[in-house]
């Protein structure tokens, strides 16, 4: 019984909380298929998938992660935001020793008339191979969700390290 209420207040909870989606758009503005699916549950905590519909995969990745600000030193992107885990390489690739690390801020970019974002990054991803660094990805954020509203992806996922 205990945990049949733990389950409903878990639920509970995940319905009152604040969702948040963006696409993942690269430094020069392509849209990668994935996108951010986020979860505010209160408290710093942050959850959600990493969605992989738009890049033909049938299950999508998952993210926790917890509020932060991150400073700009050595990074292309800082502020507010949230930093969380990606089972990406996993879910996409069967990488089971890969971690994607990403910082992401909470609001999308916005464009110019022509298409060009604006302001700074708005996410980074780190990604680590068997306990060593393997390199970064970074980008806007996107209002856009590729695979909606006729909405296409331009390049794969975003987890391309370069």
Request: proline share 2%; with cysteine.
């Amino acid at each position: 019984m205990k945990k049949l209420m733990l389950l409903l207040a878990v639920l509970a909870l995940g319905t009152l909380a604040s969702a948040q989606t963006f696409g993942f758009t690269s430094v020069g503005g392509g849209l990668y298929c994935n996108y951010e699916q986020l979860v505010n549950y209160g408290s710093g905590i942050w959850a959600g998938s990493d969605n992989l519909s738009a890049c033909g995969v049938g299950v999508n990745a998952t993210i926790m992660g917890i509020q932060s600000t991150v400073p700009a030193i050595g990074l292309p992107t800082g502020g507010q935001g949230v930093v969380y885990g990606d089972t990406i390489y996993a879910t996409y690739n069967g990488l089971t020793t890969a971690q994607w690390t990403v910082f992401t801020k909470t609001k999308c970019n916005r464009q110019d008339r022509f298409g060009h974002y604006l302001g700074s990054l708005g996410w980074v991803g780190l990604a680590g191979f068997s306990g060593f660094y393997a390199g970064s990805n970074q980008g806007y954020l996107s209002c856009s969700i590729p695979g909606q509203k006729g909405v296409a992806a331009t390049k794969g996922a975003s987890t391309v390290s370069k």
